[in-house]
C-alpha cells in the first residue's frame, strides 16, 4: 500500500500536463452528468480546482448530492478520481486560481458573486499508465504475449489519500 504523500505525487505527475477534465456530478434522479472542465493550475496536493456559473447545473447537483468524479485522459494516462466536491466564494481564492483566458466563460471576473470555485478533496484514485503511441503499445503487448505476465503492459494502481 503506498501513502499519501506517494498517492499524491504520482497522481500529480500523471495529471500535470493535462488542462481538460471530465467531471461527473449526479442529479437528484440519480442520472449521472459529465463534462470538460478547466484544470486551475495548482500544484495538486489532493484537492482539485475548477471555476464554475453559481446557477449551473453542475453547482446545483453538487450542492445536493457532493460526490463526483474526475477524469483524465491523455496518451497512454488515464486516471480517474473519486472525491467530495465542494462549493467555494472565497474571492481571495478566486483570484489566485484566476486566469485571464476564464474571462471568455466567466465575463465579470473573480470577484463576481455569479463565479464560484468547485474544490473536489480526493478520496481514492485508480490509473493507468501505459506507453504511449503504437510502437509502445506494440511493444507491450509482445512483452505480455511472451512473459505472460498482464501487469507487463504498463503500471496501474487503486490509491487513496
Do not use: C
Not at 449521472?32 to 484537492?47: A, K, L, V, W, Y
Not at 463576481?112 to 474544490?119: A, D, N, T
Amino acid at each position: 500500500m503506498v501513502t499519501k504523500h506517494e498517492a499524491v505525487k504520482k497522481i500529480s505527475e500523471l495529471i500535470k500536463d493535462i488542462k481538460i477534465a471530465m467531471l461527473m456530478t449526479e442529479d437528484a434522479g440519480g442520472d449521472f452528468h459529465s463534462r470538460p472542465m478547466m484544470t486551475q493550475e495548482n500544484e495538486f496536493d489532493g484537492d482539485l480546482w475548477f471555476f464554475a456559473g453559481q446557477t449551473s447545473d453542475k453547482v446545483k447537483e453538487i450542492e445536493k448530492k457532493p460526490a463526483v468524479n474526475v477524469v483524465y485522459v491523455h496518451g497512454g494516462k488515464y486516471i480517474s478520481i473519486a472525491g467530495k466536491a465542494d462549493i467555494v466564494t472565497d474571492v481571495k481564492k478566486k483570484k489566485e486560481l484566476w486566469n485571464e483566458t476564464l474571462r471568455v466563460w466567466f465575463e465579470t471576473g473573480p470577484e463576481s458573486p455569479e463565479v464560484v470555485l468547485i474544490r473536489v478533496d480526493s478520496k481514492t484514485a485508480q490509473y493507468w499508465d501505459t506507453p504511449d503511441g503504437v510502437i509502445g503499445y506494440v511493444a507491450d503487448m509482445v512483452k505480455v504475449l511472451l512473459t505472460g505476465d498482464k501487469d507487463g503492459a504498463g503500471e496501474s494502481a487503486k490509491v487513496k489519500f
